[in-house]
């Protein structure tokens, strides 16, 4: 069959990595897609939230299965926009509709939805604009550090955890009256702060029957030892060595399961991923947030692992015959190690020659921001790629990344050498 997969980061090249090793993958097309997507598909340089676009190129090219990389196409609506469509609506598309969506799409309604199905999460309140003052003195009810969220897409930026009362007032004011992240903040969600080890569980559904895919962890801060600014992820290992039988089947039971019959419950049709950002606090697991997409760089370390035919997988998704496939994994363990530009997650210069990727042994390199130009391949984005290598355990396996990192060359080249420290 023909397949498109929409999105240009490491994780839809990494999409594309496994998908065109399938005997069920006749041509693959990635939009817009990046230098590494273009050696193993067809690039197409259309935007993946111009739907029109989407679809003249679907005719055209005969596709017969959609895999939509990111979150905002689906926080639009592209589900529904093909289900909508009389020429369309028999294609297979892998992402749930806009009301699924939502829970990634609204932290509020991700809040509401736990609330309401009893999965444990961390308490909250949510405030607007005119509940300026209530908020801030909610925040006076709270011990320090004090979480704010911006309740809709920020592009993974929307989130503050601050340690003083009077600067989260203060910015609690900035996101509410001077748009610090424009819509996205226009209700804020506040929320009590939980202590413990973050980690992230992927969940394949099609709205009914569920696989639990691979534990992944991610390491979001800039520098070392989890310090600086917030950027989209700056490696990931897989499997998480605490998520123990007894703590998964904890996850399962209180988290997954609720989650699932939730969907069903509320009749919301959802035939893809839900990631489940988790904390475990003691031994108890809370849900941090949801999103409704495989997460990058954790798509990186989790995909690599499973040894199962994805389009066979995907096809019972489509179907609503997920419980009739098994999804295989390796034993083995991943890790991904993400080198970025200079000045990332700031300003950072684009265009920068990449060097020494030829010379990469026993490693595979998803790129994330690459483009090609003059025949050479340069840096197109803040995060630019990302090394995955396996190994017995995660310190093997992120030793190779770091020994083939050395390898390779942009100007200003940035990456963290502690991936994994926590654990």
């Known amino acids: 069959m023909n ?45 993946v939230t111009d739907f029109e676009a989407v679809k003249e190129l679907v005719l055209r090219e005969e596709i017969e299965m959609l895999i939509v ?38 932290k509020e309604r991700a809040k509401e939805f ?10 909250y309140e949510s405030f607007k604009a005119e509940s300026l003052e209530a908020g801030k003195k909610f925040l006076t009810t709270l011990k320090a550090p004090y979480v704010l969220k911006a ?25 509410l009256t001077n748009n610090k992240f424009g819509e996205a903040g226009n209700t804020v969600v506040i929320e009590e702060f939980l202590d413990g080890i973050e980690l992230s569980v992927f969940v394949l559904t099609d709205g009914k029957n569920y696989k639990i895919l691979p534990t992944a962890k991610d390491y979001k801060r800039i520098g070392e030892g989890d310090t600086g600014l917030n950027t989209g992820g700056m490696g990931a290992i897989s499997p998480v060595p605490f ?37 475990k606090v ?7 947030e949801y999103n409704v997409r495989m997460g990058d760089p954790e798509t990186e370390v989790v ?29 083995h363990a991943a890790a991904t190690l993400m080198l970025v530009s200079g000045g990332y997650p700031e300003a950072y210069e684009k265009g920068k020659e990449i060097e020494g990727l030829e010379k990469v ?26 090394i995955t290598s396996f190994g017995e355990d995660f310190q093997e396996a992120i030793k190779k990344s770091y020994q083939n990192a050395e390898k390779l060359y942009f100007d200003k080249m940035y990456y963290r050498k502690d991936i994994g420290f926590d654990l």
């Open 3 to 47: 397949i498109l997969i929409l999105g240009s980061g490491g994780r839809e090249h990494t999409f594309a990595f496994k998908i065109a090793q399938s005997s069920h993958c006749k041509k693959l097309f990635v939009a817009p897609g990046n230098a590494g997507t273009a050696r193993i598909a067809t690039n197409i340089p259309i935007a």
């Open 69 to 106: 990389g990111p979150e905002d196409p689906l926080v639009l609506g592209i589900v529904d926009f093909f289900q909508a469509d009389k020429e369309l609506k028999h294609i297979a598309v892998i992402g749930p509709s806009k009301r699924g969506a939502l829970l990634e799409g609204s």
């Open 114 to 123: 736990m609330a309401l199905h009893n999965i444990p999460t961390a308490a």
């Open 151 to 175: 309740d809709g897409l920020a592009a993974g930026k929307g989130v503050l955890i601050l340690d003083s009362l009077e600067e989260a007032q203060d910015e609690l004011e900035n996101m």
């Open 243 to 279: 998520a123990d039988e007894a703590f998964m089947e904890k996850v399962e039971n209180r988290i997954v399961k609720p989650t699932i019959k939730g969907l069903e419950t509320e009749e919301i049709d959802y035939k893809g991923f839900v990631f489940i950002g988790l904390i």
């Open 282 to 288: 003691g031994e108890e697991p809370y849900v941090i």
């Open 303 to 331: 995909l690599p692992r499973i040894t199962s035919d994805l389009v066979e997988v995907f096809q019972k998704v489509a179907s609503g015959q997920l419980d009739e496939v098994e999804v295989e994994v390796t034993p």
């Open 361 to 386: 042994q026993d490693s595979t390199v998803f790129h994330a921001g690459t483009s090609e130009k003059d025949g050479k391949i340069v840096t197109n984005g803040g995060r630019v790629l990302a």
